[in-house]
């Protein structure tokens, strides 16, 4: 099959478009790099995309909450092609403030539509949110995080728990009760941190970085193909990004560019397409 091609929207407080590029670029795919404006200018382009990205950043500076400017623009602008988007072949992430404009979005967990007045009845409603860390501070460290056991996503196939780095203020998985159930039950949750031999946090600091309900670092929609989550896979694609990299390299010499513990979740987009 043909190199999947990855957009990775920017603009407005994003700064991660660059390395979430790279990341893609470096496991097979080609990436582009789009302003916001210039697609919802020519929103017929995202039809030409294999892979939607919504990196991390701090969209519109975050000034009326985390995600939340960027997704009421895009969602005025682009409603249609998004979700169209998201019922095709296709895949979407978002990382860290790209999970929180998914969330804004009402794309994640994007329950199917029922009318039996159940959480995910309207198409489009925001269910969950990511609020103020527990601990109020912006919180920047390597944790480690956990694929749920039997989760469809589609990025996380065959990964075991890897370390990988956290960046926000605003990255404490909330959902009410009724919603936190019913994501559990439809295996929306993906990942959630856990300690360093792969036991769940259990909500304690700092394996639980933010509080997080349930230690959700992570969730999927239904069909798997649309992810988001709060770490930075990006900054985790090679070897040398690891804190203990140089000890690791004295230990046992590599090379610079030996693949990092985040890699496998950009590979496995790829391969979804070209079937490696």
Known sequence: MSIPLVLVLTGYGINCEEETAFAFERCGARARVMHVNDLIAAPRRLAEYQVLVFPGGFSYGDDTGSGNALANKLGHALG???????????????????????????LLPGFAVRA?????????????????????????????????????????????????????????????????????????????????????????????????????????????????LMPHPERALLASHTPDWPRCRALSPGRWDDPGPGRQLFVNAVTYFTGG
């Not at 249609?80 to 009402?106: K, P, T």
């Not at 601990?135 to 039997?150: F, G, N, Q």
Request: aromatic content about 8%; charged content about 20%.
């Open 80 to 106: 249609g092609e998004l979700q169209a988007f998201v019922a095709a072949d296709r895949l979407v992430l978002g990382i860290c403030n790209g999970f929180q404009v998914l969330v804004n979005l009402g």
């Open 116 to 228: 039996d007045g159940n959480p995910g009845a309207r198409a489009g409603a925001r269910l969950v949110a990511l609020i103020p860390n527990a601990r109020p501070r912006y919180e920047c460290r390597w944790v480690r995080v956990a694929p749920a056991a039997e989760c469809p996503c589609v990025f996380l196939r065959g990964m075991e728990p890897f370390a990988v780095p956290v960046a926000h203020g605003e990255g404490r998985f909330y959902a009410p009760p009724e919603v936190h159930a019913r994501l559990a039950a439809e295996r929306g949750i993906a990942l959630r941190y856990c300690d360093a031999a792969g036991v769940l946090a259990g909500g304690r600091f700092p394996a639980n970085p933010n509080g997080s309900l349930d230690d959700i670092a992570g969730i999927t929609d239904s069909t798997g193909r649309v992810l988001g």
